[in-house]
């Protein structure tokens, strides 16, 4: 009976409650659905009690941001900078694609680029951005390449690293099977490659993002980038916080957008990590 007893308390000692991971599951993701709300609370209150000139607070910025960008500033300045980054990323996205298959599936042609690669990867891009304009003068082209000079990268790159890490057991069994080189590409080497893809092109959009602003500050005359530079020469506070807050909620947008197509370009792996997970 004693041995019993003893044998249940151990058991009682080492069984986890269950009651403490749900709770810290509910804290988490209170922490998480509340925490903007939470901070634009404090925000709003430490304005109202210490305002600051150049830090206003939430409601003055909202204001700022209605006034500003709901009307003639959209079409002049948020679309085309909406059309030269959307251009910039799918320009960035098919040369990296195609550049690094390439360069990928071609040994030689791997090791002659690899320490230019280097160099260029080793760039900060905005560096670049006197330069390209100094050579290509000012203009909505030159801001385009400015986004590709520096987005392109982290896609070239991982597109280069997915294809060559291609599974060597797969490769033979695809030749076995006297599969043709196209029927091998786009069925064994791009959808073995595809996630480091994808991860490359998560890093290029905020890339992409910060190149089109930085560009836009150069001798433009429209644009998210040349705006708040304006407003920010003119003392325009408040509504230099709004074009930073449309900035941001670009940001959001499109890592939203990525969030959807890479769940159904990659549908497949994410199954394999749920079945390895299980």
């Known amino acids: 009976m004693w041995h019993e007893q003893q044998h249940d308390d151990a058991l009682d000692q080492r069984a986890p409650s269950p009651a403490g991971p749900l709770a810290l599951g509910a804290v988490e993701h209170l922490v998480r659905d509340r925490l903007p709300l939470i901070l634009l609370v404090i925000w709003g209150i430490w304005g109202t ?93 030159t801001r385009v390449i400015v986004i590709v000079a520096g987005a392109v990268w982290p896609v070239l790159l991982n597109t280069i690293e997915g294809v060559r890490s291609t599974d060597s057991v797969m490769t033979e069994t695809a030749r076995s099977y006297a599969l043709t080189r196209v029927e091998r590409l786009r069925y064994l080497v791009l959808p073995s490659a595809s996630p480091r893809i994808m991860a490359g ?16 500050m150069f001798n433009n005359s429209s644009g998210l980038g040349y705006r708040i530079t ?11 916080w709004s074009g930073i807050l449309l900035l941001g909620l670009m940001g959001i947008l499109l890592a939203a957008i990525f969030g959807f197509v890479e769940r159904r370009v990659l549908r497949w792996y994410h199954g394999i990590k749920e079945v390895e997970r299980a």
């Open 230 to 240: 304006y407003f920010q020469t003119n003392y325009l506070i408040a509504e230099m």
């Open 49 to 141: 009690i210490s305002p600051q000139k150049f830090f206003p607070g939430p409601i003055a910025i909202i204001q700022a941001f209605i006034e500003t960008w709901i009307g003639p500033a959209f079409t002049a300045d948020v679309v085309p900078s909406v059309v030269r980054l959307v251009v910039g990323i799918v320009v960035s996205i098919l040369v990296g694609i195609v550049a690094g298959t390439v360069i990928g599936l071609v040994r030689w042609l791997r090791e002659l680029l690899e320490p230019t690669l280097e160099f260029f990867r080793a760039v900060p891009p905005p560096v670049l951005v006197p330069i390209l304009m100094l050579v290509f003068g000012p203009g909505d082209a």
């Open 201 to 216: 092109v998560r890093q290029s959009l905020s890339v992409a993002l910060i190149l089109m602003v930085i560009s836009e």
